[in-house]
């Protein structure tokens, strides 16, 4: 996990521009804000359109944290650690925390006015981009840390569960005075006695304790992924018949060694008009859904100590070990051996 410190306008001493435990880390200088306050920026490097793919990512996102689990899990979370939990989209540039419960009383306060709030849709720019793989944290201008933690679905990018809004160590006097000064520059009226009242009151976790933090997030963002490739093969949105027809013929032939157009014929439609259609609905082409659906059978047999990873990729309808292999890696980001030790607790 890498920790960069977002470019600050008061002054800091060039050796103390990057921490972090990864002996990589570099410093990236000044975020530019794109849009007045990025209500709708892209990452840097990416097209709005690369980000809006087209595949549902946000409406899956959503439906996982509408989800029962992800509730217990943010309710749970917050009541242990008194931090903010939230999970967000790709696409999101809107501030995760504001209005949330034990969200910071200074980040409250920054958030009232417009260039406080492009500052700190800045630090969300960067842990974006920060924590496409590995979890990532941000030291904003003011000091505090927010950490965010990629979820994703096989190679494919969720969205980030992220927490923050917290210092590592206690602040001092001497950098309250530069806040102050940043917060003038910002255009923020505030008593100095309210906002230092604010600040000092914003919660500090220790090291270990954030290591902490990340690592059960890092769990939990690993579940999330699970459930999310669920919810793929599940997800029934208005479909049109002939594709919920379509994934009933799959889901009952899946073990079979089936093909593109023997299931466009089975639901009385041209190899050609079906496979538009089905990526245009599901987001995947035939291919990989069926794949999808094979994993999570297989997911289910996996439970059974008994049989043999070999004999469950062919019971699901895979023809060979390594593809089954290759496969479940990229759809669930582990093997199917580490997939089953996890379940089993070895």
Same mark, same amino acid.
């Given at each position: 996990m890498?920790?960069?410190?977002a470019?600050?306008?008061?002054?800091?001493?060039?050796h103390?521009?990057?921490?972090?435990?990864?002996?990589?880390a570099?410093?990236?200088?000044?975020i530019?804000?794109?849009?007045g306050?990025?209500?709708?920026?892209?990452?840097?490097?990416?097209s709005k359109?690369?980000?809006?793919?087209g595949?549902?990512?946000?409406?899956?996102?959503e439906?996982l944290?509408?989800?029962?689990?992800?509730?217990?899990?943010e309710?749970?979370?917050?009541?242990?650690?008194?931090?903010?939990?939230?999970?967000?989209?790709?696409?999101s540039?809107?501030l995760p925390?504001?209005?949330?419960?034990?969200?910071?009383?200074? =980040?409250d306060?920054m958030?009232?006015?417009?260039?406080?709030?492009?500052? =700190?849709?800045?630090?969300?720019?960067?842990?974006s981009?920060?924590a496409v793989?590995?979890?990532?944290?941000?030291?904003?201008?003011v000091?505090?840390?927010d950490?965010?933690?990629?979820?994703?679905?096989g190679?494919?990018?969720?969205?980030?569960?992220?927490?923050?809004?917290?210092?590592r160590k206690?602040?001092?006097?001497?950098?309250?005075d530069?806040v102050?000064?940043?917060?003038?520059d910002?255009g923020?009226?505030?008593?100095?006695?309210?906002?230092?009242?604010a600040?000092?009151?914003?919660?500090?976790?220790?090291?270990?304790q954030?290591?902490s933090?990340?690592?059960?997030?890092?769990?939990?963002?690993?579940?999330?992924s699970?459930?999310s490739?669920q919810?793929l093969v599940?997800h029934?949105?208005?479909?049109?018949?002939?594709?919920?027809?379509?994934?009933?013929?799959?889901?009952?032939?899946q073990?079979?060694?089936?093909?593109?157009?023997?299931?466009?014929r089975?639901?009385?439609?041209?190899?050609?008009y079906?496979?538009?259609m089905?990526?245009?609905?599901?987001?995947?082409?035939?291919?990989d859904?069926?794949?999808r659906?094979?994993?999570?059978?297989?997911?289910?047999l996996?439970?059974?100590?008994?049989?043999?990873?070999?004999?469950?990729?062919?019971?699901?309808?895979?023809?060979?070990?390594?593809?089954?292999?290759?496969v479940?890696?990229?759809?669930?980001?582990?093997?199917?051996t580490d997939?089953?030790?996890?379940?089993?607790g070895?």
């Amino acid at each position: 996990m890498q920790t960069t410190f977002a470019r600050q306008n008061f002054e800091t001493p060039s050796h103390t521009a990057v921490h972090g435990r990864n002996a990589g880390a570099t410093t990236s200088g000044a975020i530019t804000t794109k849009t007045g306050l990025m209500a709708t920026a892209a990452p840097s490097g990416k097209s709005k359109s690369q980000v809006m793919n087209g595949n549902g990512t946000k409406g899956l996102v959503e439906a996982l944290m509408n989800s029962r689990i992800y509730q217990d899990y943010e309710r749970a979370f917050t009541e242990a650690t008194g931090l903010p939990v939230a999970l967000r989209p790709v696409e999101s540039w809107q501030l995760p925390h504001h209005g949330k419960r034990h969200e910071s009383p200074f =980040c409250d306060l920054m958030a009232q006015k417009s260039r406080a709030c492009a500052a =700190c849709l800045q630090v969300q720019e960067k842990l974006s981009e920060g924590a496409v793989n590995e979890p990532h944290t941000v030291v904003c201008p003011v000091g505090m840390c927010d950490t965010a933690v990629p979820v994703r679905l096989g190679d494919r990018l969720l969205g980030f569960l992220q927490t923050g809004q917290v210092f590592r160590k206690k602040p001092s006097a001497a950098q309250f005075d530069r806040v102050t000064k940043l917060v003038a520059d910002w255009g923020l009226a505030v008593d100095r006695e309210n906002l230092e009242e604010a600040y000092f009151r914003t919660r500090v976790v220790t090291g270990r304790q954030h290591d902490s933090v990340v690592k059960l997030l890092a769990i939990f963002a690993q579940h999330l992924s699970m459930l999310s490739n669920q919810e793929l093969v599940q997800h029934e949105n208005a479909e049109p018949p002939v594709i919920r027809r379509a994934k009933e013929y799959i889901q009952e032939h899946q073990a079979e060694d089936i093909s593109l157009g023997q299931v466009a014929r089975a639901v009385n439609t041209s190899t050609f008009y079906f496979c538009k259609m089905f990526k245009k609905i599901t987001g995947i082409n035939f291919t990989d859904y069926l794949s999808r659906v094979r994993i999570e059978k297989s997911k289910n047999l996996l439970l059974n100590p008994n049989l043999r990873v070999s004999e469950i990729a062919f019971e699901v309808g895979f023809q060979s070990l390594t593809h089954f292999n290759r496969v479940f890696k990229k759809v669930l980001g582990q093997t199917p051996t580490d997939y089953r030790a996890q379940l089993l607790g070895r």
